[in-house]
């Protein structure tokens, strides 16, 4: 028997945030992805990310797609909105939704296949347009829900677990998420939590399109030797360009950096990321600068991890649009229908 709910019973002692809020009260139901798999651990970030930066449940929106990664939302964030859109159509179900309501917090959650294959237009789309969401690509190399075949993401070389190798060239979802406008971006691993949660929670903070590619090994189908989405490949060739660490304006800053530049960018809403660039020469506000770097280190073999790049004014689709402060679900008749002599002047000013 299959137990998917969880015991509501709470020990007095859990840690609470500023909203009276424990961890617990951050999750959703159990689990039924495979043990281990790195889907989950992404899960257990974004709990702790958004425990920590007192995020009121109503007032998150998770949508997903189709695949592993897309049942992901029912595992978190118990108490939020939440939609499962058919495969590869998040961004614009997600992209309706904000425009209709831009008060809520949006974080849309895929996988290479969703996002790297049938939705790759949505993604570019969302991207480009600055649809203020967190876009999380849980990335395994695989289709892990018909049994292991190679993703759109997978490695040129990239063995399967039956011992094919990939003839295909990779697609690489941070590097075109750069390129298209994105103004933040991100890559980490599913099993570096201490990057990873910093990285969730800055991107809930930032006001515009956020994307993380995160590697996420399938433990199924793409977890062996030959791999290069695997949990030993990964950590064997990870290459970090900053340590980052993410304080909200009300919250004492304290760091403790390893030797080298540490660099102080303010977000729009007075929230901080700390920067320690380990890799003295990268700079992370230069767009171009960092898909070079992306495409130095790949062709090195190396799996760049850590912010790739951030524009510290960014602005969102509703800012490119000019909509109303007020979000639009919540105007009333006069104001969506302001009458015949408004409509006449506006086909006024077209012509």
Known sequence: MTYLAKPGLRHPGLPVNA?????????????????????????AAIVAACFALDLPPHRIAKLS???????TPTYFL?????????????????????????DLIYLGVSGDGDSASIGL????????????MVYI????????????????????????????????????????????????VARSFSGDKAQLVPLIEAALRHQGAAFIDCI????????????????????AHNQAVNRLDFMPERAAITADYAPGTVEMVRQHDGSV??????????????????????????????????????????????????????????????????????LQALNGSLR
């Open 121 to 132: 237009g949505q993604f570019a789309h969302a991207m480009r347009r600055g649809v203020n």
């Open 65 to 71: 797609g189709i695949g592993c990664s897309s049942k």
């Open 216 to 235: 996420s090994p399938c433990v199924a189908f793409n977890n062996h030797e030959g791999s290069t989405k695997s949990f030993d490949f990964v950590r």
């Open 137 to 184: 690509v849980e990335n395994n190399g695989v289709y892990g829900l018909t049994k292991g075949q190679f993703s759109a993401t997978a490695d040129q070389g990239a063995k399967s677990k039956r011992g094919l190798a990939n003839t295909d060239q990779p697609i690489d979802l941070a590097a075109m998420a750069l390129q298209l406008g994105a103004t933040f």
């Open 273 to 342: 990321l700390h920067l320690a660039k380990l890799a003295a020469e990268y700079d992370p506000h230069d767009r171009v600068g960092a898909m070079a770097w992306l495409n130095q280190r790949h062709a090195a073999g190396e799996i760049v991890t850590g912010l790739l790049y951030v524009d510290p004014a960014p602005r969102d689709l509703h800012a490119h649009l000019n909509t109303v402060a007020t979000p639009l679900n919540a105007l009333d008749e006069a104001a969506l229908c302001p009458g015949d002599a408004a």
């Open 19 to 43: 909203l009276g809020y424990t961890r617990r009260d951050y999750e959703g139901a159990i689990s039924t992805l495979c043990a281990g798999c790195g889907h989950d651990s992404i899960s």
């Open 78 to 102: 118990g108490h939020s909105h939440g939609f499962n859109s058919v495969h590869g159509r998040m961004p614009s179900v997600l992209t309706g939704a904000n425009l209709a309501n831009r």
